[in-house]
């Protein structure tokens, strides 16, 4: 009998049975176990499973959604101003842009994809080593979000690699594959320096910026540059098998990314989602560009006039898909708080202070869904 065949629901008192061991091993080993069905521990409520609502067979592909763009290289020359008016836009409607022009080589991107994929291949034994409930490890590997809370599971793996600062976490990474060291620290170091001068760019775009302000308002701009020279990086490789049953499951459910801002890197399969005018619609993957969007950190820092966005990933029958994500903020030990200058008479401040510490302490004690986490630093 396959392993598949035995199983059932993990028992009633949450322990770890031989059946949820199973499932710890990831979707991988159930995609390669050749499962025809789902099991129940990854069949989301029916209000939460991809739309099962008809398209409109008249107009193709109605949920499709077309990002903004922004033009990297743009805003390092003449057209600056420009662009940041389309950056501005496009954070405060969409949460999300298309980044073009961004000058990291082709060849950079393809590696990270090509590496995160054949660690992926490696022996399970091999991944496993990796595994770890500590959220605070240089290197996780794992699956779904949590397997000891989630009551639900996703059906991703994944692979998450803290970065900076750099000589500290790279002697922990993986050793095999043999180029993933090499491969996964020049792309961290390309992406790092791409979030630093988009961060300068939504500051100015804030109308923050330090070269514009007064001799006087300059400490805050400079310290929060400054943080994000120092700031954490950690890089996701997510991997998402082909799935038997994709309408009862989820590649990732709804919810916002902690941090500043993402760069998300995707393959040629679809399966990014995002919430835009309360549907959910599907971003194209678009050879050698990046999936830019605001996290939470962002929001509370623009006191709200930048939103972070509710997104998922949906997974298919067909194909394998894989993303990597760069997920970018200040330092664990600062703290975000709305901007001072943001913050007046008639804009209130709307967010409570808030540290990583808040988050971890958060995290212990329920399963993270939606913008909860940002919810609760709301201030009422
Ligand atoms: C994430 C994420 C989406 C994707 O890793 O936070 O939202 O398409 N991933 O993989
Ligand atoms: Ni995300």
Redesign the pocket.
């Known amino acids: 009998m396959s392993p598949a065949m035995v199983i059932t629901r993990e028992s009633s008192d949450g322990a770890e049975t031989p059946e949820s061991r199973y499932l710890y091993k990831g979707v991988k080993q159930l995609s390669d176990d050749g499962l025809h069905r789902v099991p129940d521990k990854y069949i989301f409520p029916a209000s939460d499973r991809p739309s099962t609502i008809v398209e409109d067979q008249n107009v193709p592909d109605s949920n499709l959604i077309q990002l903004p763009i922004i033009d990297f290289a743009g805003l390092l020359g003449p057209n600056r101003p420009r662009v940041l008016h389309s950056l501005s836009h496009a954070c405060e409607h969409y949460g999300f842009f298309q980044l073009v022009n961004h000058g990291i080589p082709e060849d950079v991107l393809r590696s990270m994809m090509d590496v995160s994929k054949r660690f992926f291949d490696l022996p399970y034994e091999e991944r496993a080593r990796y595994m770890t409930t500590d959220v605070q490890a240089p290197v996780r590997y794992g699956t779904s979000y949590s397997p000891t809370r989630d009551t639900v599971f996703c059906w991703?793996d994944?692979l998450k690699l803290l970065c900076h600062p750099l000589p500290d976490f790279l002697p922990h990474w993986p050793p095999s594959p043999v180029d993933l060291r090499k491969v996964a620290a020049t792309y961290a170091e390309r992406t790092r320096s791409l979030f630093l001068t988009l961060m300068e760019a939504i500051l100015e775009s804030l109308g923050l910026g330090i070269l514009g302000a007064e001799k006087q308002d300059e400490t805050e701009e400079e310290d929060m540059l400054k943080g994000f020279q120092d700031g954490s990086q950690m890089i996701?490789a997510?991997y998402?098998p082909t799935c038997p049953e994709p309408d009862l499951t989820l590649?990732?459910p709804p919810?916002s990314?902690y941090g500043f801002l993402?760069l998300?890197l995707?393959d040629d399969v679809e399966?990014?989602q995002i919430q835009h005018q309360a549907q959910w619609v599907t971003v194209r993957p678009v050879p050698n560009t990046f999936v830019v969007n605001l996290g939470d950190h962002l929001e509370i820092f623009s006191n709200g006039k930048y939103k972070s966005v509710l997104?998922?990933?949906l997974v298919n029958a067909a194909k394998s898909?894989i993303?990597v994500?760069s997920?970018h903020s200040l330092p664990f030990s600062y703290t975000v708080r709305p901007s001072s200058k943001l913050v007046n008479e008639t804009n209130r401040k709307l967010y409570k202070d808030t540290n990583f510490g808040d988050f971890l302490e958060y995290l212990s004690t329920r399963e993270l869904k939606r913008k909860d986490f940002l919810e609760s630093r709301k201030l009422s």
């Open positions: 991703r994944f996701v997510n998402y590649g990732i919810h990314d993402t998300l995707q399966g990014l997104h998922r990933a898909r993303s994500v997920l």
